[in-house]
């Protein structure tokens, strides 16, 4: 039989066949690491979606605004992150982060709107 070792220390690990570990400690050494990953990932998309919130409710101050795409990516805008879509009947995709939305109408330029209340 292969010999295994402790997915956290490299040590052999003695016992059943499916044992991972070569003690407590390093289990749950390893699944805390596994959750810090796991909480950094969240939270780094958290910040990017509140990052790109405010950007465009300071662009946004009246509640409706014409903005160029360029001048979203000058703030650091990150258009891969949005909290939700809202697509009306005529098929125009409005994109939301919360309650701060854009609408691509031409070449680049960009409608802010603000969303009211929260709609599924
Ligand atoms: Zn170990």
């Given at each position: 039989?292969?010999?295994?070792?402790?997915?956290?220390?490299?040590?052999?690990?003695?016992?059943?066949?499916d044992?991972r570990?070569?003690?407590?400690?390093c289990?749950?050494?390893?699944h805390?690491?596994?959750?810090?990953?796991?909480?950094?990932?969240i939270?780094?998309?958290?910040?990017?979606?509140?990052?790109?919130?405010r950007?465009?409710?300071?662009?946004?101050?009246d509640?409706k605004?014409?903005?160029?795409?360029?001048?979203l990516?000058?703030h650091?805008f990150?258009?891969?992150?949005?909290?939700?879509e809202?697509?009306?009947?005529?098929?125009?995709?409005?994109?939301?982060?919360?309650?701060?939305?854009?609408l691509?109408?031409d070449?680049?330029?960009?409608?802010?709107?603000?969303?009211?209340?929260?709609?599924e």
């Amino acid at each position: 039989m292969a010999k295994r070792k402790c997915q956290e220390c490299g040590e052999e690990v003695m016992g059943r066949y499916d044992k991972r570990f070569c003690s407590d400690q390093c289990r749950s050494a390893h699944h805390n690491r596994r959750n810090q990953d796991v909480n950094n990932f969240i939270r780094n998309i958290n910040n990017i979606l509140r990052k790109n919130r405010r950007i465009l409710a300071g662009l946004n101050p009246d509640g409706k605004a014409r903005v160029h795409r360029d001048k979203l990516l000058d703030h650091g805008f990150k258009f891969g992150y949005f909290t939700n879509e809202y697509i009306t009947k005529a098929g125009r995709v409005y994109r939301f982060c919360y309650d701060q939305g854009y609408l691509e109408t031409d070449n680049g330029w960009y409608t802010l709107v603000v969303r009211q209340a929260y709609v599924e």
